[in-house]
T-cell receptor, first 114, second 114 residues
Framework: KAGVTQTPRYLIKTRGQQVTLSCSPISGHRSVSWYQQTPGQGLQFLFEYFSETQRNKGNFPGRFSGRQFSNSRSEMNVSTLELGDSALYLC?????????????FGQGTRLTVV | GENVEQHPSTLSVQEGDSAVIKCTYSDSASNYFPWYKQELGKRPQLIIDIRSNVGEKKDQRIAVTLNKTAKHFSLHITETQPEDSAVYFCAASGGSSNTGKLIFGQGTTLQVKP
């Protein structure tokens, strides 16, 4: 069974631009959650989607948004990029949600904002 | 809001010694507590998890204990090996407002010296 796939692996963007990241979950998994990983803040929850609906959202500004498609693939978008958005963005998939089952992480997208 | 505190932030042990990492969570409704290992440049991978109806769980050299009353849980690694060197994250999930999200601790960098 293929694992969680994130594309692209690396991105370099300029301040003010926007970016879209993609996450393909493990086949059959309906929940996709997104996390931002930085050296100073660790792993912080962005949002979670289940069956195309956002079920939960972290404490990030409205510039961060996401969506999920009918095939469970998910995208997250960051608009008006700031230098502080430079981070590793990880998505995780699970069958029903991470509340009581293992979350499988993708390899992440390394975003650098210059 | 929900919070998970993890200690220590760095831990250095000799090969063969034991290592203990401790976490405290704030949401008493949390009921799922996974531990992830992240090697340099790689994705976080689940190494062990415990649910709130269990006090202890063991898998070979790794064990996790949970004290619901004190809202503490700990990771124990025995007979450490150089390949155990990595960053370890604890997390909590499943509380009343935690559906679909993991709240992570800040991480512990474990170094096992040969």
């Amino acid at each position: 069974k293929a694992g969680v796939t994130q594309t692209p692996r690396y991105l370099i963007k300029t301040r003010g631009q926007q970016v879209t990241l993609s996450c393909s979950p493990i086949s059959g998994h309906r929940s996709v959650s997104w996390y931002q990983q930085t050296p100073g803040q660790g792993l912080q929850f962005l949002f979670e989607y289940f069956s195309e609906t956002q079920r939960n959202k972290g404490n990030f500004p409205g510039r961060f948004s996401g969506r999920q498609f009918s095939n469970s693939r998910s995208e997250m978008n960051v608009s008006t990029l700031e230098l502080g958005d430079s981070a590793l963005y990880l998505c995780a998939s699970s069958p029903q949600g991470v509340s009581n089952t293992e979350a499988f992480f993708g390899q992440g997208t390394r975003l650098t904002v210059v | 809001g929900e919070n998970v505190e993890q200690h220590p932030s760095t831990l250095s042990v000799q090969e063969g010694d034991s290592a203990v990492i401790k976490c405290t969570y704030s949401d008493s409704a949390s009921n799922y507590f996974p531990w992830y290992k992240q090697e340099l440049g790689k994705r976080p991978q689940l190494i062990i998890d415990i649910r709130s109806n269990v006090g202890e769980k063991k898998d070979q050299r790794i064990a996790v204990t949970l004290n619901k009353t004190a809202k503490h849980f700990s990771l124990h690694i025995t007979e450490t090996q150089p390949e155990d060197s990595a960053v370890y994250f604890c997390a909590a999930s499943g509380g009343s407002s935690n559906t679909g999200k993991l709240i992570f601790g800040q991480g512990t960098t474990l170094q096992v010296k040969p």
